[in-house]
């Protein structure tokens, strides 16, 4: 009988403990996580599709002439592996060319130092690696000649340097390669003849960098300090700074400024606060919303103090995107 009744006693319990359990899934809303597509992987496909591929040989002159007509000498043996030992190797050069404010956007990089903005007159990236996808480098002491076809019309600025990029995204910097006296830093302007007689002649900036990586041939936009300012955008809150990429683009000098997006503030701003005032510039958005779903949007204002722009987007196709920027 006492068996019974504990029997009895432990089933309701446990029905009890059942019903209990039985409501609270009844009652339970999942969190509903939100995809938030990577804007930064739009632009690394933008520069897999800029990249042109050569193929050679270590212990060959290394001689290209690109569809931009730069033309890159690297004599024979004077590259190794990343850790200095000797390559004697089949090679696959890498190479990205942005001259035009709408490829610097889209597979270049922006045109600003931590001090100063500058205006481009063309940047290219070269990378070479071995048939083994072993990464290769100048000889220490070795250097390469670049010479820099000038894009357009006019005449050259002898005010153009050399400078090596280093980093990514909008915290990308390049460093002027002036002031080293041991390296041949200068970016001449000059004319030189094609190997081919057929081909003719090139005209722009040659320069011996001593470093394979991102190029570029600049100026100092020269602008006392107190006429520079910091910059930023504000979007709706939809636009993130994962997946929306925001820069700001000059109306008459060939100059591209990345924003950096900040999740605190909400804002994408000029990471060093060093933009010129009084220029006018053309701000630009592109935001992944979805598999094959962009928002596009764009602004065009002067740069006065403490500059906050802000502006809506709008659905767009990446074709259309592409040729608005191409057109900048």
């Not at 270049?108 to 481009?120: K, W």
């Not at 000038?150 to 280093?166: H, I, P, T």
């Not at 041949?184 to 090139?202: F, P, V």
């Not at 997006?261 to 060093?272: A, H, I, R």
Request: glycine letters at 8%; hydrophobic letters at 40%.
């Amino acid at each position: 009988m006492k068996l019974t009744k504990a029997s009895t006693i432990l089933a309701g319990c446990m029905m009890l403990l059942f019903m209990g359990c039985w409501k609270d899934v009844e009652n339970f809303t999942p969190y509903q996580i939100i995809e938030e597509f990577e804007i930064q992987e739009l632009f690394e496909d933008f520069k897999a599709e800029a990249t042109q591929s050569y193929f050679g040989h270590s212990g060959a002159e290394i001689y290209i002439i690109t569809p931009k007509s730069n033309v890159i000498t690297i004599p024979a043996n004077y590259l190794v592996k990343e850790d200095g030992s000797a390559c004697a190797c089949s090679l696959q050069v890498d190479i990205i060319e942005a001259s035009t404010k709408g490829e610097i956007l889209l597979y270049g990089h922006h045109t600003i130092t931590p001090s100063q903005t500058l205006e481009s007159a063309g940047e290219i990236y070269i990378d070479i690696k071995t048939n083994t996808d072993t990464k290769v480098r100048l000889a220490d002491g070795k250097s390469f000649k670049l010479q820099m076809q000038k894009q357009g019309s006019g005449s050259l600025d002898d005010r153009m340097e050399l400078f090596y990029g280093n980093g990514n995204g909008p915290l990308f910097a390049w460093t002027s390669a002036d002031g080293d006296p041991n390296k041949w830093n200068t970016a001449n302007g000059e004319e030189w003849a094609l190997r081919d007689s057929l081909q003719g002649w090139g005209f722009g900036f040659e320069c011996f960098p001593d470093s394979l990586t991102w190029i570029n041939i600049d100026k100092f936009v020269d602008v006392p300090d107190d006429q520079k300012t910091a910059v930023c955008v504000k979007l709706p809150e939809e636009y993130t700074n994962k997946n929306t990429a925001v820069f700001m683009v000059f109306k008459d000098m060939n100059s591209v400024v990345a924003l950096a997006g900040d999740p605190d503030t909400e804002q994408w701003c000029e990471p060093y606060g060093k933009v010129p005032v009084g220029f006018e510039v053309t701000f630009v958005a592109i935001s992944k919303q979805g598999e094959d779903v962009y928002h596009f949007g764009t602004s065009m204002n002067t740069i006065d103090f403490d500059h906050l722009e802000e502006f809506d987007l709008a659905e767009a196709s990446l074709e259309d995107i592409k040729e608005f920027i191409m057109n900048l």
